[in-house]
């Protein structure tokens, strides 16, 4: 059994979800109070590694009233255990889990098992498939995946994202280098991620389209 994982983003007209260094506000703060709402409706959040070195983010909900007891457990991807120990994803906001691979230097496991819990899966890189089973072993039923774009495609394409809600903002960043909603190796076009939308809103300037996954 896998937890309900749903994808969630905030892209350029043009595709980007960030510059090629640094991330970027995209979309508005009505469409912020969203994510934090629905922050509250999941037992997790997840997000690579790469995301959390570039906008050490809190991932907790603090942009709308709301208990620290609210906070979904943050999931970090992670195959080497490069988590920075001064990371806001490792303060006492919420619980933490680091996933890593069988490959993680043990003295660095170590030193983030004082402060987040740690599951392993996988030789080299984190077993996904895997490790949703574990997260979900564990009383992790839903997900909400927040990137970036390379766990982006690896979660589709080991079919493991269920809905998608992308927002778009009013802008074009482009750049061969920018980070777009799904990098990776990229699919075969006859092989590519099939959606179904679901609906269409405005949020003042963007624009929210909602999908699920039809594999
Ligand atoms: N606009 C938005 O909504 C939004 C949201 C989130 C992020 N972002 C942006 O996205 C950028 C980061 O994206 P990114 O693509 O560089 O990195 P990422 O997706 O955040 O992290 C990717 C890393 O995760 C690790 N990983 C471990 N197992 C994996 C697996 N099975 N499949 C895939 N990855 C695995 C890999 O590093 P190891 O091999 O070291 O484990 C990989 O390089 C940042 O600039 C951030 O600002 C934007």
Do not use: W
């Not at 609906?199 to 999908?211: A, R």
């Amino acid at each position: 059994m896998k937890p309900f994982i749903h994808l969630n983003s905030a892209m350029t007209v043009d595709g980007k979800i960030a510059t090629e260094k640094s991330s970027m506000k995209i979309s508005g703060k009505n469409d912020a109070i969203r994510v934090h709402q629905l922050r509250k409706k999941y037992d997790g959040i997840m997000v690579g590694i790469n995301t959390v070195i570039v906008d050490n983010p809190k991932l907790t909900i603090h942009k709308i009233p709301s208990k620290i007891e609210e906070n979904p457990v943050r999931i970090i991807i992670d195959s080497n255990a490069r988590t920075p120990l001064n990371s806001k994803v490792l303060n006492n906001n919420a619980k933490t889990i680091i996933v890593v691979s069988n490959n993680a230097p043990q003295d660095k496991i170590e030193q983030l098992e004082k402060h987040c819990e740690i599951i392993k899966t996988g030789d080299k890189r984190v077993d996904l498939k895997d490790a949703m089973e574990k997260l979900y072993n564990k009383g992790i039923k839903s997900i909400l995946l927040e990137g970036g774009s390379t766990l982006n495609f690896s979660m589709f394409q080991e079919q493991l994202i269920d809905k998608l809600t992308i927002c778009i903002g009013s802008e074009i960043l482009g750049g061969k280098k920018s980070k777009t909603l799904v990098d990776g190796r990229g699919f075969k076009k006859d092989n590519c991620v099939n959606l179904k939308l679901e609906s269409i809103n405005k949020i003042d300037e963007d624009v929210l389209l909602e999908y699920s996954v039809v594999y």
